[in-house]
């Protein structure tokens, strides 16, 4: 079981970054995934989450209205579009998994995780 985020950069306060979290050796059909960013002595934060059943999505209130998480199961891939970009979402993003599908927002809520990306936002 094997998570990889990629698509992170620097980028200019306004401007837009798309995440992508590619999985191997399982489906990510089935499983919640999660999104979490972290910044030097900062504990990691859930940015955003989508249920692989209906139970839809979170947004942490920081990144609604400007983030959107979806989902290609054929590509067996879950995307982060990330617009409006602040200085403030500067950090190291991570994508996450695990087979309890419900909305999970922890990291304790999560077994299967990728290395991060990080996204720097400044002019």
């Known amino acids: 079981v094997q998570l990889q985020a990629f698509g992170g950069g620097l980028v200019q306060p306004g401007g837009s970054l798309r995440l992508s979290c590619a999985a191997s050796?399982?489906?990510?059909?089935?499983?919640?995934i999660g999104w979490f960013r972290q910044v030097p002595g900062k504990e990691r934060e859930g940015v955003s989450c989508?249920?692989?059943?209906?139970?839809?999505?979170y947004y942490a209130d920081s990144v609604k209205g400007r983030f959107t998480i979806s989902r290609d199961n054929a590509k067996n891939t879950v995307y982060l579009q990330m617009n409006s970009l602040k200085p403030e979402d500067t950090g190291v993003y991570y994508c996450a998994g695990d087979s309890r599908d419900k909305i999970a927002t922890l990291v304790l809520d999560y077994d299967y995780w990728g290395r991060g990306t990080l996204v720097t936002v400044s002019s």
């Open positions: 050796g399982f489906t990510l059909d089935g499983y919640v």
């Open positions: 989508e249920s692989s059943s209906s139970l839809g999505t």
